[in-house]
């Protein structure tokens, strides 16, 4: 998709009002009703995975019904905090071209040593290492495959160190994959 960052407004009454900052995706998606998807991945992780895990609030905006577009809200503030998606933490164990051979394809157990490498804090590492097998589960539950290293991240506290886990971009969630099986073989994946 086409994501542009920027100031969010509402317009009530002729009025605006200052939301926040925000990423806006326009209608782009792989799937049939991917911004919905995205909207209810964001509801269910935010009631089901708790504070301590970052997940965008999402709206929906259908200014064109059936090119529904979504403002997904920042999830840090740049002033205090800082971000390293987890696709960059593996820069700490694998050379660039160990992972161009791994074709971004890599085991949790690798994927939570490159995160303690990062951290460096064993109470902060069992909080986040804690906190990926949670969003693992509800991603099995709501059959979300696209949980790639660029679509999380640690958020770190600038004056603390401390690192919070941050996951975002759900749109590829509840898709039914005995349904939706010929659609996966036209686009060329393998089911």
């Keep these: 998709s086409n994501p542009t960052w920027g100031n969010i407004y509402s317009n009530k009454e002729g009025k605006l009002k200052y939301v926040g900052v925000a990423l806006h995706k326009e209608y782009d998606y792989d799937f049939p009703f991917a911004a919905y998807a995205e909207n209810v991945w964001s ?7 708790g504070e301590s895990i970052r997940v ?3 709206d929906v905006v259908e200014e064109n019904p ?3 577009e979504i403002i997904s809200y920042r999830l840090m503030d740049n002033n205090k905090e800082d971000m390293i998606h987890l696709k960059d933490t593996l820069f700490n164990k694998f050379e ?5 051979a791994k074709r971004d394809i890599y ?4 994927l939570l040593e490159c995160i303690k490498l990062q951290i ?4 902060n590492y069992k909080k986040i290492e804690n ?3 949670r969003v693992l589960l509800l991603d099995s539950v709501t059959n979300n495959g696209d949980r790639h290293a660029f679509n999380w991240g640690l958020v770190r506290d600038k004056d603390t160190g401390e690192y919070s886990l941050a996951v975002f971009d759900h749109s590829s ?3 039914n994959m005995f349904e939706d099986r010929e659609f996966f073989v036209r686009n060329g994946w393998n089911t």
């Design 173 to 175: 969630a509840f898709v």
């Design 131 to 133: 906190d990926i097998i």
């Design 107 to 110: 085991t949790i157990d690798e």
């Design 66 to 68: 059936g090119y529904e």
């Design 56 to 58: 965008p609030s999402i």
């Design 96 to 100: 660039r071209d160990e992972i161009k």
């Design 120 to 123: 460096q804090n064993e109470q």
């Design 43 to 49: 509801i269910m992780g935010k009631n089901l995975l």
